[in-house]
């Protein structure tokens, strides 16, 4: 009985060690991945997260499927192949150079493509390609340099360009279908608001 208790007692005090660890472990510190989320599944699937989790890369592509769907369902065509498109190839591009543009200019694509929506600016259909292009040439580059870096390269940048036709898509398509009265204006607003966080990464950049 005696050596069964004290057994006992050691596989109890075993337990509690064990268990007081655990609030130890939660704050060990891991790796910190600043650009890059690692999703475990491939590189493509790194892109879509990184895509999906890096605002100064998702709003403006949203920013542009709202304004395509404003204007049409014609420029909403346009934009949801013209974006991915330049994005893919830009993002190659980026890939080879591994030289990413200075990142104090993230505000200038909330600016101004959430001021084009704030204001219904009214554009023909080569002026909004054009629009698309520039975008899409700016962003991808910009992460085809940082998934050089990072490690996943083109395929992650394959990964992004089909996350951003999947978003302008489903972006486009709602906004062109609801577009009109009201909600025109709830459309504008949002782009309002686009427009006021690039002036303040403006702001925080020239701080």
Same mark, same amino acid.
């Given at each position: 009985?005696?050596?069964? @208790?004290?057994?006992?007692g @050691? ?14 472990l939660? &704050? ?17 699937? =790194? ?9 100064? =890369? ?29 994005? &893919? ?30 204001t ?8 909004? @390609?054009?629009?698309?292009? &520039?975008l899409?040439?700016? &962003? ?10 990072a ?5 992650a ?17 709602l ?21 006021a ?11």
């Open positions: 009985m005696a050596g069964d @208790s004290m057994k006992l @050691s596989h109890s005090a075993s337990l509690t060690r064990t268990v007081s660890l655990v609030p130890l939660t &704050l060990w510190p891991l790796n910190a991945q600043a650009h890059l989320i690692s999703t475990g599944l491939g590189s493509v699937y =790194d892109g879509i997260i990184h895509f999906a989790l890096t605002p100064e =890369d998702l709003i403006p592509a949203i920013a542009l499927a709202l304004f395509a769907g404003l204007r049409g369902k014609d420029q909403a065509r346009r934009v949801i192949f013209v974006l991915p498109l330049s994005w &893919l190839l830009a993002g190659f591009l980026g890939t080879l150079t591994a030289v990413p543009p200075p990142a104090s200019l993230a505000w200038l694509p909330l600016l101004l493509v959430g001021g084009m929506v704030a219904d600016l009214r554009l023909s259909l080569g002026a909004t @390609s054009v629009v698309a292009i &520039l899409g040439a700016f &962003l991808g580059y910009t992460n085809g340099a940082a998934m050089a870096q490690g996943p390269g083109l395929r940048v394959l990964g992004i360009s089909a996350t951003v036709f999947v978003a302008t898509t489903l972006v486009a398509a906004v062109a279908a609801w577009h009109s009265g009201w909600i025109r204006i709830a459309w504008r607003v949002a782009g309002s608001w686009i427009a966080g690039g002036l303040l990464l403006l702001g925080w950049s020239l701080r």
